[in-house]
């Protein structure tokens, strides 16, 4: 099983960007699916994550402005993000549960006060 993350990139602070994850190998069933980041110098911690059902939580901090979604025929999470704040700067790291937690590779957001 393998996790490829992709859509970061270098936004102005008010911004948007969309971040996407697609699992790929032989999977028969993910359960939960969610992003987490971590800023230099900083823990990694959970921004956003999304049950097979649709049901989501989010970090405080980015409720209201984060939307997770997934596509399960695709096996597929992404996150919307929006007014996008300079401290939303990070590695982001998709991740899906299946057997056990797989991980994609990080994908770097900057945001640019």
């Known amino acids: 099983v393998q996790l490829q993350a992709s859509g970061g990139g270098l936004v102005q602070a008010g911004g948007f960007l969309g971040l996407s994850c697609a699992a790929s190998?032989?999977?028969?069933?993910?359960?939960?699916m969610g992003w987490y980041r971590q800023a230099p110098g900083k823990q990694r911690e959970l921004v956003a994550a999304i049950t097979i059902n649709g049901i989501t939580n989010y970090v405080d901090s980015v409720k209201g402005r984060f939307t997770i979604s997934r596509d399960n025929a695709k096996k597929m999470v992404f996150l919307q993000m929006n007014s996008l704040k300079p401290e939303d700067t990070a590695v982001y790291y998709c991740y899906a549960d299946i057997s056990y937690r797989y991980w994609g590779q990080g994908t770097q957001v900057t945001v640019s006060s």
């Open positions: 190998g032989t999977i028969f069933r993910i359960n939960a």
